[in-house]
């Protein structure tokens, strides 16, 4: 079960999202991604839609205005 | 992987403005309080562009601005934040418990605080489209990855018309779907007469979404149907907003909180909903204006309603309903009369049979949540509580020195 890195620092909707498909899809069950943001735009739409693919997902705020998101892919 | 459990006095399950303030009044009144979020603290309130209606912003303010402000506000109280979805909750009895992912929250009180989500079409092509590909809810979010194209806008309701216009700054033209006939939008009056003379809005009327259409990639047109003629309208764009109003995210809370059909919680004008200890506030509950400035409103009763619901069921619990000597409870209001003559009879009882009966006065004037937690009838009454249980209760007329003792099984020597 390997960990990976993302990093979309600096990067607007829809990046973000776009990045985590593209890397998720590379990933095999119960490989961890751990997404850096800081745009709040994308708070809303990469939860949301990975946990609408039912992966597990949590989210730490590593500043004001800069957030973690950490999700487990599970099929 | 073992579940963790924390112990919280109050966990409040969303973090909207509602929440927020909930939060705010626990953590001021010194409750352990723990706040979940699903993902963006601010709740639906960071999806709008301007709030120009919430009183203390002369200049109007950001939705995400003025929430991450609440936010701010919550954690100098010691709020504890976690951005996490709530997998299930099970309300019945003293502790609550919230269980997420790696988590069961343990709590005396749960604040319901978890909105709503945004409604979709139900239209042919839509899940393929949904976020990223070209269907979006949030105008501030995606507004600026849309500079000089074309966006079509679901809806006329404030949220789509505010929305729209604000979309305009970037976009080349925004296409407005309205299901009414021409000239009849479901938002206030000044917003649409903005909106009709916004030279970048071009509105199709009588229309409602009948399928999206694009290939693997992303979203190409959407297809309107008129609902008078059938007519089907291919529209291409970019990318389509939709504003048709909100579903209330209440699932998890199906068969233990009374829910109207709509799936709004029912709850009372102290927030209390059916379930002891657990309370509702903001676009959650069934209510008449869903807004930052009710959402407040609702979040500092929750609020206070949880902190004193915590102290009532300790006094019930520790000083009340427990063992030790029988027990005479006194339900009185200060600010009345009959209630006030008959104090000296349980003044007596301390006094001269302070070895056979304990005496406990509940004030009600201030707070008649621990009266309502013994059932008790309307102030003045005595409740005679033996083995930690009501054995008795006397109205006004039967409250007497022999009736208390005799009511509580001593021997009155008579």
Not at chain 1, 33 to 42: P, R
Not at chain 2, 46 to 66: D, Q, R, V, W
Not at chain 2, 98 to 110: G, L, Q, S
Request: with cysteine; proline share 3%.
């Amino acid at each position: 079960m390997a960990e990976f890195a993302l990093d979309c620092l600096g990067e607007a909707c829809p990046v973000p999202l776009m990045k985590t498909e593209k890397k998720m899809a590379e990933m095999a069950v119960g490989d961890v991604l751990v997404v850096n943001i800081d745009h709040s735009c994308a708070m809303k739409n990469i939860p949301e839609w990975a946990r609408k693919q039912g992966h597990n997902v949590e989210i730490e705020e590593v500043d004001d205005g800069e957030w973690e998101v950490i999700i487990e892919k599970t099929k | 992987m073992e579940k963790k459990v924390e112990q919280y006095d109050v966990v409040i399950i969303g973090g909207g403005a509602a929440g927020l303030t909930a939060g705010i009044y626990c953590g001021r009144a010194r409750l352990k309080t723990l706040l979940i979020e699903k993902s963006l603290v601010g709740g639906l309130a960071t999806y709008t562009s301007e709030i120009e209606n919430y009183p203390g912003f002369p200049e109007g303010s950001g939705g995400t601005e003025l929430m991450e402000l609440f936010h701010k506000q919550a954690k100098r109280f010691g709020v504890k934040f976690k951005l996490t979805d709530v997998r299930s909750v099970k309300l019945e009895g003293e502790t609550k418990v919230v269980e997420t992912f790696r988590t069961d929250y343990h709590a005396k009180v749960v604040i319901v605080a978890s909105g709503g989500k945004p409604r979709l079409t139900g239209a042919a092509g839509e899940d393929k489209y949904l976020y990223d590909k070209g269907i979006s809810f949030c105008a501030t979010c995606d507004a600026a990855a849309n500079t000089d194209k074309t966006v079509l806008v679901v809806g006329s309701g404030d949220a789509a018309i505010e929305e729209g216009m604000f979309l305009t700054k970037f976009a080349k033209k925004v296409i407005v779907s309205v299901m009414h006939d021409e000239g009849t939008m479901d938002c206030n009056e000044i917003a649409k007469n903005q909106a009709l003379a916004n030279e970048k809005m071009e509105y199709v009327w009588n229309t409602v979404v009948e399928e999206f259409k694009g290939d693997d990639e992303h979203l190409r047109s959407v297809v309107l149907k008129n609902v008078k003629t059938g007519e089907l309208i291919d529209t291409p764009v970019d990318t389509c907003f939709l504003f048709i109003g909100y579903l209330p995210n209440t699932e998890i809370f199906k068969g233990q909180l009374d829910l109207t059909k709509g799936g709004y919680v029912l709850v009372n004008e102290r927030m209390e909903t059916n379930m002891p200890g657990v309370f509702a506030a903001g676009d959650v509950c069934e209510k008449f204006l869903k807004q930052v400035a009710t959402a407040v409103g609702d979040g500092a009763i929750a609020g206070y309603a949880a902190e004193k619901y915590i102290a009532e069921s300790e006094i019930v619990e520790h000083q009340i309903l427990c063992g030790g000597k029988p027990r005479v409870v006194y339900i009185w209001n200060a600010i009345d009369e009959r209630s006030r003559e008959l104090l000296p009879v349980f003044e007596a009882l301390e006094n001269n049979n302070a070895d056979d009966v304990e005496v406990v006065r509940v004030d009600t004037y201030k707070s008649n949540g621990i009266a309502r937690m013994l059932n008790a009838p309307a102030a003045p009454c005595a409740l005679l509580v033996r083995d930690g249980a009501v054995v008795k209760q006397l109205s006004c007329d039967e409250i007497n020195a022999e009736n208390i003792l005799t009511g509580c099984g001593c021997d009155t020597g008579a």
